[in-house]
């Protein structure tokens, strides 16, 4: 039994860290991109994107309700 709950927690870890590393450089990706496009666009360039981006997503927000996709 505790190889078992060894095993599940091995993988719940590793599962988390690969999480955790993709949601770090989204983060990072998506600060560069903002950063580029802020200093190679006008500033009423950089406002309608950050609207659209705003509109978008509040729109997924609303279209999925808060639920995820899930494999049962």
Do not use: C, H, N
């Amino acid at each position: 039994m505790s190889d078992e709950v060894s095993q599940a927690l091995q993988k719940i870890a590793r599962g988390t860290g690969i999480v955790f590393a993709g949601t770090v450089i989204s983060m990072l990706l998506g600060f560069f991109s903002r950063a580029v496009i802020a200093r190679y666009f006008k500033t009423s360039q950089y406002g309608v994107y950050s609207l659209a981006l705003t509109i978008i997503s509040i729109d997924i927000t609303l279209a999925t309700l808060g639920f995820q996709i899930s494999d049962f």
